[in-house]
């Protein structure tokens, strides 16, 4: 496969056609991680729900205010945790599923998905110590970007306390667009910034702060003239075609839960669960079968990352020139 600088549209073809010659393989390397990490959200939903009751009954914890934010502040945290160990484990995968692509574009070989594994296995020391430099340094970044929500917060507190109402409310809607641009506009930057740590992992064998720095320095900066040549709108525009693709597919995905919760009268409430209606036996059937799924699709986005930082290094640092001397791509 002769490898060289690539246009938007051609890194999003090959990356479609890369995935499509080798879902079967693909497949099995990710269903792993998808159980899994399915098994740790779903636990700590259960849980959830059993340690801090208040946080899903509004009803209850209307009537009993005090009492409510601990209970949200446990379901905010339990969440948040395995959250986090589900982002961690799309690391570890990602860097699998990197190493499975990357040897078969640069004719370096056709590992197994099980080499794929192992080859992630050796690089968990790197892979964690990465993944808590980039949530780290997100924190740090959050809360730079929630400082003007949370003074129009302030604001809001100060003109309500004050009983000047429309004040208040102005100020209250604008903390709540600042403090949602924020959240996204941070999302976006988490995507952008550590898109291609799980490739850098894989391929360079660096250490995890090598791997921290230079992720931001293959994301960032110029690759052509004009406004397009800049890598972050060339990452922009790839992530939200590559999102709108996954975000089609997962909601087409969980139609048949809601088709079951309609089918046994959830609400669709804030406060109540489809848990509460459909009966175990019948739910767990059906979020494994959208857990298979999203193993089937799930690795387009890290066959997308590879081909990114294909098209990055060939350009940057003639990858592709290289490989051909030494007979491949």
Sequence with gaps: ??????????????????????????????????????????STQGLTRKLFPLASDLTAAAK????????????????????????????????ATTWFSWSRVTGRGEPTPGDAFAHASARLGVITGAFLASIGWSLLVLLVVLIPGMLMSGLTGYFAASDQPGLAILFGVLAIVLLLVGTVGLMLWFII??????????????????AFRRADQLSSGRVLP??????KVRLTVLVTVIGCILLVVGLVNTLPLLALGVAFGAKF?????????????????????????GAIVSPLFAVFQTWFYVDMRSRREGLDLELALEGRG
Excluded: C, N
């Design 64 to 95: 009993t205010p005090d009492l409510a934010l601990p209970h949200l502040l446990g379901q905010l945290g339990l969440l948040t945790t395995a959250s986090l160990v589900a982002l961690y484990l799309s690391q570890v995968s990602g860097v």
């Design 1 to 42: 496969m002769q490898l060289r600088p690539l246009e938007l549209g051609e890194l999003l073809d090959k990356s479609v056609s890369f995935w499509r010659a080798h879902w079967k393989p693909l497949f099995r390397l990710m269903i792993g991680f998808q159980l899994l990490s399915f098994v740790i959200l779903s």
């Design 193 to 210: 910034r550590f898109i291609l740590m799980s490739q850098i992992i894989a391929i360079e064998s660096p250490s995890a702060l090598t």
């Design 269 to 293: 409430t804030p406060g109540s669960q489809i848990h509460d209606v459909v009966p175990t036996a019948i739910l767990v059937p059906v979020q494994l079968v959208e857990a298979f799924i």
């Design 226 to 231: 004009g406004f397009m040549g800049l890598v």
